[in-house]
């Protein structure tokens, strides 16, 4: 697997990701980032550290403007794009799907989504996931085991991790601040996934997520 950092798309933000460790990121969008995708792109692809990922914004699913815009810098990027917005459920796939995503897309588990619902309203239906393991934690009493299973069952589709720690009730949370067993995490992730796994915590949080991770697997 390959540890992702992830920060706006910024200067300053990328060079620092570069300075914790990472030769790539997942970009955080805020709406101005996507004024012109162009210019955001070119930024980009500039800086020290390459764009596995474009998280879309969190935008309301039925406003395809901000969700065509990120894939327009994921496309550029040639990256992948990460589809979850706060504001949508699973049950808004077939709306999201019909923006015609050119880059490589997976949709985001929201926290609560079981696994029965992730393979009867994603997986089983041909889509891709992007498995957030504090959302799936929210979501399975047998946590462990729904991962594993989640990545022997559908590995083809899955192709990016979000790893962080978190409670039965908060994710994003620095590694150690939550309830996750981190260490199993990161050793199944090691066993049966071979992509890109974003250390999602905020970015002063990630060179000690990143440190902790290289650790556990050494």
């Known amino acids: 697997m390959n540890l992702v950092g992830k920060c706006p798309p910024t200067t300053a933000k990328l060079d620092a ?3 914790r460790g990472f030769d790539s990121v997942e970009l955080h969008l805020r709406p101005s980032d996507l004024d012109d995708v162009g210019a955001t792109a070119a930024m980009v692809k500039q800086s020290p550290v390459s764009a596995a990922s474009v998280h879309t914004l969190h935008a309301r699913p039925d406003d ?4 065509r815009r990120s894939d327009a810098l994921a496309e550029r990027l040639d990256a992948y794009l990460v589809v979850h917005s706060q504001y949508a459920q699973h049950t808004h796939t077939a709306l999201l799907d019909s923006y015609d995503f050119a880059a490589p897309c997976g949709y985001e ?7 029965f619902s ?13 498995l957030d393991t ?3 934690f929210m979501s399975e009493p047998a946590y462990l085991e729904s991962l594993s299973d989640l990545l022997k069952s559908y590995g083809d589709q899955i192709q990016v991790v979000h790893f962080t720690d978190g409670t039965l009730l908060n994710d994003g949370l620095p590694f150690g601040d939550g309830e996750i067993p981190l260490e199993r995490t990161a050793e199944i992730l090691a066993s049966e996934f071979d992509g890109n796994v974003v250390l999602e915590v905020m970015p002063d949080d990630q060179a000690d997520a990143r440190q902790r991770v290289l650790e556990w697997l050494d």
Request: charged share 15%; glycine share 6%; proline share 10%.
């Open 64 to 67: 395809p403007e901000p969700f």
């Open 17 to 19: 990701a570069a300075d």
């Open 109 to 115: 588990n929201n926290p609560g989504a079981s696994q």
């Open 118 to 130: 992730l393979a009867n309203l994603l997986l089983d239906r041909g889509h891709d996931l992007v």
């Open 134 to 136: 504090a959302h799936l």
